[in-house]
């Protein structure tokens, strides 16, 4: 990442950065055709104020990206959301910075808390596994009404409807601290052994395989009508079900 680019957690000073916050992640989402779930500017401001949120500023105070932190069921889930870049500042290593720091700022104020988050960008799943996170179903997700709420601004929104909000073009991931404690606990103890489970870190590659597979499946089952629509997503389904066994088993 450029030297002359900060990161750190946004303070009142940048609240004038909420609205061409809320114009970038408005024009991301239409430009991929896959959901960033919109916000207002006053959202955004509320996250700022909050301390929950994560900013990237050049020197000159040039805005590079922002993220910020949503916790759900009383605290026991922790969604980092909202990752945006500035298309200038792209593939400059920036959104890793803004990752780490908003998972470092969340494990901060929620030390107990699961940490996860849905996303279409294989980047943004490859710095969550470089963090610790692991695929999941979305049934190990937040069931709080007013995080999926937020999905109906999504394109996809009528997809992941669809599937009884069981799947979506997105890929849920999650960081359970507890689980992480446990096996940095037992790594010392152990050698990995042929026929333990894939470690997912290592299989990005096949992962993305399979990423890819199941978003193909998902949006051309969209695009078909009636009884023979929902026919073939039935059958996508049980398809998506059967790599992911394969896969992380």
């Not at 988050?117 to 049934?139: D, F, H």
């Amino acid at each position: 990442m450029d030297d002359k680019i900060i990161v750190r957690p946004a303070g009142l000073d940048d609240l004038h950065y909420s609205e061409v916050i809320t114009a970038e992640m408005e024009e991301s989402a239409k430009a991929r055709g896959t959901g960033i779930a919109k916000r207002s500017p006053d959202y955004i401001r509320q996250k700022i104020r909050e301390g929950k949120a994560v900013i990237a500023l050049t020197q000159d105070g040039t805005w590079v990206g922002f993220c910020y932190i949503e916790a759900w069921e009383n605290e026991n889930y922790v969604a980092n959301s909202g990752l945006i870049v500035s298309p200038p500042f792209r593939k400059s290593g920036v959104a890793r910075e803004i990752k780490k720091r908003i998972f470092e700022l969340s494990r901060t104020k929620y030390p107990d808390a699961k940490i996860f988050g849905l996303t279409t960008g294989l980047a943004v799943m490859k710095i969550n596994s470089e963090l610790g996170y692991e695929p999941v179903t979305y049934s190990e997700l937040t069931s709080d009404e007013a995080f999926w709420k937020g999905c109906q601004s999504c394109v996809n929104y009528d997809i992941l409807m669809s599937k009884n909000r069981k799947n979506c073009l997105c890929t849920g991931m999650l960081f359970d601290p507890k689980e992480a404690a446990k096996k940095k606990a037992e790594e010392p103890k152990q050698s990995p052994q042929p026929e333990e489970r894939r470690s997912f870190a290592n299989n990005f590659t096949l992962f993305t395989r399979w990423v890819r597979f199941k978003q193909f499946v998902m949006l051309k089952g969209a695009g078909r009508k009636d009884n023979k629509d929902n026919n073939d997503n039935q059958n996508g389904e049980r398809k998506n079900t059967l790599l992911s066994f394969l896969f992380f088993w």
